[in-house]
């Protein structure tokens, strides 16, 4: 099972980016869930979740800025971020859990990360 993220690279300020996220491999059911970032000399932080009940939640630094979105029929996580700052800068992952076996549990996974660079 892989979760590859994609769509970053370098920015201007106050411009935009869509960073999507899919699973692939062998797997049952694959749930698409959160937006993380990790800025150098920095913890991992919430960027954007999509809760179990499907509603959202966003990290106080990037509310009103991120969107996130899933599509559950082609397993992708989308994030859309604006008006972008270079406290955006970080290596962003995408999180899912994934059964890949009827009878076994649920795992969490981690994507590898992209890279969003926000520079002029």
């Known amino acids: 099972v892989q979760l590859q993220a994609s769509g970053g690279g370098l920015v201007q300020p106050g411009g935009s980016l869509r960073l999507s996220c899919e699973a692939s491999g062998r797997f049952v059911r694959a749930t698409l869930k959160a937006w993380y970032r990790q800025a150098p000399g920095k913890e991992r932080e919430l960027v954007a979740e999509i809760t179990s009940g499907g509603g959202t939640n966003y990290g106080v630094a990037v509310m009103g800025r991120a969107t996130i979105a899933r599509d559950s029929a082609t397993n992708r996580l989308y994030l859309q971020m604006n008006s972008l700052e270079p406290d955006d800068t970080a290596v962003y992952y995408c999180?899912?859990?994934?059964?890949?076996?009827?009878?076994?549990?649920?795992?969490?996974?981690w994507g590898k990360g992209t890279l969003v660079t926000v520079s002029s």
């Open positions: 999180n899912a859990e994934i059964r890949t076996r009827w009878g076994r549990d649920v795992e969490n996974y």
